[in-house]
């Protein structure tokens, strides 16, 4: 199946800074990509969905001046957590569809995800 | 987006088949049915996908009702690294976001 990596798989910061998590397809073109975000023991929360060269759409309740979320290109996409708290700590995955990956059957290709804890 | 219902959690012994039942009434037509396998710390990894009756690969089978309202997961002779948690989505296609459920966490014991 095709790829999609993210980096960093985890990343300690301070409250108040800003972290960037980059989603990358390897071996295709992501027309779209989606970020989720997941806490301990809880399913997995669509955050955003992002195409590539236009602006994200959040869902409910996701502040989108805090979870900077950008998609220059048709193999990169990133998240960027702007003055990060404490209960900003969670597990974000990205996902991407698009181009050889996938046409019509919905399938979706995920990153392997990056831990962020903030302090 | 159609809302999938599975059980919270179940157990098997190595070896054993299980099987794992979605129920997702309002699917549409142009629902697909995935399911995912997500290990701690790890994101979902792609197990099967169907459309109607059955499919399997080298890792599962999905029977899939012709009401297409539920559909059941089948892990052959599981091991203990079959054990995860358990995904079933319904959603319609390329560039559309896959909502998830709670999911089962299937734990496997020897």
């Known amino acids: 199946g095709a790829v999609v990596s993210q980096h960093p798989s985890w990343v300690i910061c301070k409250s108040g800074t800003s972290v960037k998590i980059e989603c990358r397809s390897l071996?295709?073109?992501?027309?779209?990509m989606f970020w989720y975000r997941q806490f301990p023991k809880q399913s997995l929360m669509l955050m955003a969905t992002?195409?590539?060269?236009?602006?994200?759409?959040?869902e409910q309740g996701v502040e989108k001046d805090k979870f900077l979320i950008n998609h220059a290109s048709l193999t990169l996409s990133t998240l960027t957590v702007t003055s990060a708290h404490p209960e900003d700590s969670s597990f974000y995955i990205c996902?991407?569809?698009?181009?050889?990956?996938?046409?019509?059957?919905?399938?979706?290709?995920f990153g392997e995800g990056s831990r962020l804890t903030v302090l | 987006l159609a809302k999938t219902t599975q059980p919270i959690s179940m157990d098997s012994y190595e070896g054993q088949e299980v099987n794992i039942t979605c129920s997702h009434n309002n699917i549409a037509t142009n629902d697909y049915i995935t399911w995912y396998q997500q290990f701690p710390s790890q994101g979902p990894r792609f197990i099967i996908q169907?459309?109607?009756t059955k499919v399997t690969n080298e890792v599962a089978s999905l029977f899939i009702p012709a009401d297409r309202k539920s559909s059941t997961l089948s892990l052959p002779r599981v091991s203990l690294s079959d054990t995860a948690v358990y995904y079933c989505l319904v959603g319609r296609g390329a560039g559309t976001a896959l909502i998830f459920g709670k999911g089962t966490t299937l734990s496997v014991s020897s």
């Open positions: 169907g459309y109607k």
């Open positions: 992002s195409n590539e060269g236009s602006k994200a759409t959040y």
């Open positions: 071996d295709f073109q992501a027309t779209t």
């Open positions: 996902s991407a569809t698009g181009g050889l990956a996938d046409t019509n059957t919905g399938e979706l290709f």
